[in-house]
């Protein structure tokens, strides 16, 4: 008797909920189907969650989130493919734009309307319009996702160690860094740590400052690493391994080793990455005194500290939903006023809107952004083939490590 009271429960249950207009919203609003990149423990799933409910107790509109964290790159394909219902999901600007391209609604028509959390302004005027018009490039002159949770890649350090280590000055310069790494080492700090995730952004951004970006997507695309720059980068970095500039745990770290063990201890006071760090390691390093700066330049003939990567997390519309509109107004709601703030503040992230706040920990992360005017791909490349990422992976840990000199290291690249 007991099941059969259980079963005619959930009927009841789906049948009440099938009777509900627009797909489930209650009181015949609509019930948006968000597919979510975050897991629901993550500082971002916590907070778009929290935004959500704020968002149907203001809209009446109800929000259906999936909380599937990076499985999303496997799961979202097959379910778009398949008809599932979908109205919005998330993911990288680039994979939104590139990989799920085909499933995006045009959102031209969508970004110069106030809404309510705009102040009465258009979209576009009270958000990051430089990620606009990445987003409007990735569409092919149509801005078919929405970027939030915007970031950049720089060169985080540690405050604290700098300061004991008399440091005054930020590097722009190679010359400039090695002294900042020679003042670290004479306190008792390596200059910098690297883990495997992160070893071909490292030789990527670092091969920019050598020859310019240019060159190296040319290296990938024709697979060719036979230039002097490569020779240059081994020269470089056994020089930093050989004084002692460069953590001798980075050679074996197995992500998150290197953050946690080296930068997050105070081991290592210097780490290429992402504006994520803060956020990754705050239980790690819940004191730390963040600082941030952009790659120094290197040879004449590559870029400036003027050129780094920047982008975001993003937000696409599926183009068969019903509700657009709604779908929206949603995507505003978050990037937008109290739920941007909140989202910066509680994940330590950059927020997409103009006037919102930038949490301390990246204050002069903000000012390397503010004077960027050339962006790099991700890795400049060097990541876009996993034979090729694998490739410096093995090398690079090998020359760091001591068992490549320089010119093994060019030679090892070349095959």
Same mark, same amino acid.
């Given at each position: ?7 005619? *429960?959930?009927v009841l249950a789906v049948l009440a909920l099938a009777g ?50 990076? &499985? ?17 999901? &998330? ?14 609604? @045009? ?71 090695? &002294? ?6 004479? /306190?008792?700090a390596a200059g910098i740590t690297v883990d495997d995730a ?57 992500? @998150?080793?290197?953050?946690?063990? &080296? ?67 949603? /995507? ?11 989202? *910066?503040?509680?994940?330590?992230? /950059? ?11 990246? *204050? ?45 290291? *060019? ?5």
């Open positions: 008797m007991q099941k059969l009271v259980l079963l005619t *429960a959930g509900c207009g627009g797909g489930g919203g209650g009181k015949g609003e609509p019930a948006l189907v968000y597919w979510s990149m975050w897991n629901e423990a993550e500082p971002q799933g916590q907070v778009i969650a929290r935004a959500a409910e704020a968002f149907t107790a203001e809209t009446g509109i109800k929000v259906d989130i999936n909380f599937n964290g990076r &499985d999303i790159r496997k799961t979202l394909q097959p379910a778009l493919d398949a008809g599932e219902t979908i109205d919005i999901f &998330d993911e990288d600007i680039e994979r939104v734009a590139n990989t799920w391209g085909n499933y995006l609604l @045009p959102l031209d028509a969508y970004v110069g309307k106030p809404y309510s959390t705009t102040g009465g302004q258009p979209f576009n005027a009270v958000v990051n319009q430089t990620l606009l018009d990445l987003a409007k490039q990735l569409g092919g002159g149509s801005i078919k996702n929405i970027p939030y949770q915007p970031m950049t890649f720089v060169t985080l350090y540690n405050k604290d160690l700098f300061n004991q280590a008399g440091i005054t000055a930020l590097p722009k310069t190679w010359d400039e860094f090695l &002294d900042v790494c020679a003042k670290l080492k004479a /306190i008792g992160y070893m071909a952004c490292l030789f990527g951004y670092t091969i920019d400052r050598i020859a310019g970006m240019d060159t190296a997507l040319a290296m990938v695309s024709g697979s060719d690493f036979s230039g002097p720059q490569v020779l240059r980068f081994g020269q470089i970095w056994e020089n930093m391994a050989r004084n002692g500039y460069i953590i001798p745990s980075a050679a074996a770290n197995v992500w @998150p080793s290197g953050q946690i063990n &080296d930068f997050a201890t105070g081991k290592a006071a210097m780490y290429l990455n992402g504006t994520w760090l803060p956020n990754e390691i705050k239980g790690n390093a819940p004191n730390m005194n963040w600082g941030a700066f952009a790659w120094p330049a290197i040879d004449p003939a590559g870029d400036g500290v003027e050129a780094n990567n920047f982008g975001a997390q993003s937000f696409g519309i599926n183009k068969n939903t019903k509700y657009p509109e709604e779908a929206f107004q949603f /995507i505003v709601w978050l990037t937008t006023g109290e739920w941007d703030n909140t989202l *910066a503040r509680e994940s330590l992230g /950059i927020p997409m809107g103009n006037t919102s706040q930038w949490p301390p920990a990246l *204050a002069e992360a903000k000012i390397v952004v503010d004077a960027t005017t050339k962006r790099l791909p991700w890795a400049v490349g060097m990541e876009d083939r996993a034979e090729i990422n694998a490739k410096i992976k093995e090398n690079f840990a090998k020359l760091i490590k001591g068992d490549l000199n320089a010119q093994q290291f *060019a030679e090892a690249m070349k095959k």
